[in-house]
């Protein structure tokens, strides 16, 4: 019997840690506003 016929091999890449929240996969975004722009016009000037 081939080794095929009951597994398989595959090469990734992951992640070495996966951030979780309320037990799911969750991700961090950051970013920095524009010179000219404020704090609170930032998020209407990403649209």
């Not at 081939?2 to 799911?24: D, E, G, K, W, Y």
Request: avoid cysteine; aromatic fraction near 2%; proline fraction near 6%.
């Amino acid at each position: 019997m081939a080794l095929s016929t009951v597994a398989s091999i595959a090469t990734r890449a992951i992640p070495q840690s996966l951030n979780h929240f309320r037990q799911l996969n969750s991700a961090t975004i950051q970013g920095v506003a524009a010179p000219a722009v404020s704090l609170a016009g930032a998020p209407a000037a990403g649209d």
